[in-house]
Structure formats: C-alpha cells, structure tokens
C-alpha cells in the first residue's frame, strides 16, 4: 500500500513557474513508475508526466515537453514536477499516481493503482 500527498500548488501568473511535490510512504517507493496527471473542470483526466523507478526514463505530453521536468529522489519517496513557462491552459488539480506493473502503460490512467488527493494550480492571463 502506498500513500500519496501532494503539495506546492497554487496561483501564477501566465509565464512563471511553480514546482509540484508528492510525499510517498512505504518502503518500496523506488519500485514504483511515478506520474502526474491532470483534470481542468469540465475535462478528462489526462496524462502530464511520468518517470521510471530509477528516475532515468521519463515521457511527457506533447502539451507540456519542453515546460515541464519530472523528476524523483527515492532517498526521500518524493516525486517532482516542476512547471516554467505556465499558460492559462495548465490550469487544472494535478494528482501524482504510481503504478507498479503499469500493465496499459505509461500514458493510461489506468495503468496506476495509487493516487493521491490532488493540488489545485491556477495559471491567470
């Protein structure tokens, strides 16, 4: 079982930058491919960012490669997403999720068995 807790989100102006963490409990946090997805009201859950269990693969969306860097430390069960250049459209709650044998891939919700409780990021024009 795994335990996720989000935090770092907030209100930015279109342009600047916020970071995103997510706090993991257990023990086997490095066995874990870890992501961040998103939902804007109205709109689907979609995929932002993930990173495999070493932290040396990660794959992005096309809407946010080049802005956005995931990244972990799994001396400290933590993953990141840092966000620079933040449009209006980024505006969404970000959840952090892991997946262990991600059996629909990378890309699919549901491939990830542990979510956490989301964090609120607003992005005004």
């Known amino acids: 079982q795994v335990q996720l807790v989000e935090s770092g989100g907030g209100l930015v102006q279109a342009g600047g930058s916020l970071g995103l963490s997510c706090a993991a409990s257990?023990?086997?946090?490095?066995?874990?491919?870890m992501a961040w997805f998103r939902q804007a009201p109205g709109q689907e859950r979609e995929f932002v960012a993930s990173i495999s269990a070493s932290g040396g693969s990660t794959w992005y969306a096309d809407s946010v490669k080049g802005r956005f860097t995931i990244s972990r430390d799994n001396a400290k069960n933590t993953v990141y997403l840092q966000m620079n250049s933040l449009k209006p459209e980024d505006t969404a709650v970000y959840y952090c999720?892991?997946?262990?044998?991600?059996?629909?891939?990378?890309?699919?919700?549901?491939?990830?068995?542990?979510w956490g409780q989301g964090t609120q990021v607003t992005v005004s024009s």
């Open positions: 257990g023990r086997t946090f490095s066995s874990y491919t």
């Open positions: 999720a892991a997946c262990t044998y991600c059996s629909q891939g990378y890309f699919s919700q549901r491939s990830y068995n542990y």
